[in-house]
């Protein structure tokens, strides 16, 4: 367990000096390392390139498979509500972190305050987030269910 959580945490450290974030991750399974991943928002202009999307996008390229049921995720730091729903997307059996979203907190990251914002009224946010419905929203889905070649994921 904490061979890959040091290797996680390696990665994170030596991605600083590269231009990125803070951040690394892992997807392992059983006793071998699918996939790595660092936090790329700065250089790549991408606010979803978490660390551990990143090894989660590049995992499912080396499996050939969209779910990583039967692996695990691996975390230099507490998955953000991003990085933590990526892992649920994926079926992953497990994730494991080492520092957590307080100790992200004391660098300037905002995992923590997006954990709060979640668990507030909507209105309370800072993002607007309006439900209108236009009559034709469900047909997505009637399609969807209606097509029998589809793949559920
Ligand atoms: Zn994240």
Not at 59 to 86: K, N
Not at 121 to 137: A, I, K, S
Not at 139 to 151: A, E, Q
Request: aromatic content about 8%; charged content about 25%.
């Amino acid at each position: 367990m904490n061979r890959w959580l040091d290797e996680a945490i390696a990665l994170a450290t030596h991605n600083v000096t590269a231009g990125g974030g803070p951040f690394g991750a892992l997807v392992v399974r059983g006793d071998e390392v699918v996939a790595r991943g660092v936090n790329r928002v700065v250089p790549d202009l991408d606010p979803t390139a978490h660390a551990e999307v990143v090894a989660i996008r590049t995992a499912c390229q080396a499996l050939g498979d969209f779910r990583l049921t039967g692996c695990v995720l691996v975390s230099s730091c507490e998955p953000c509500p991003l990085c933590l729903s990526a892992a649920l997307w994926a079926r992953l059996d497990h994730v494991l972190y080492a520092a957590d979203r307080d100790d992200a907190a004391k660098a300037g990251f905002d995992d923590r305050e997006f954990y709060d914002v979640l668990a507030r009224p909507r209105d309370t946010w800072p993002l607007r987030v309006t439900h209108h419905r236009t009559g034709t929203e469900s047909t997505p889905f009637d399609t969807w269910t209606t097509t029998t070649s589809r793949i559920d994921y």
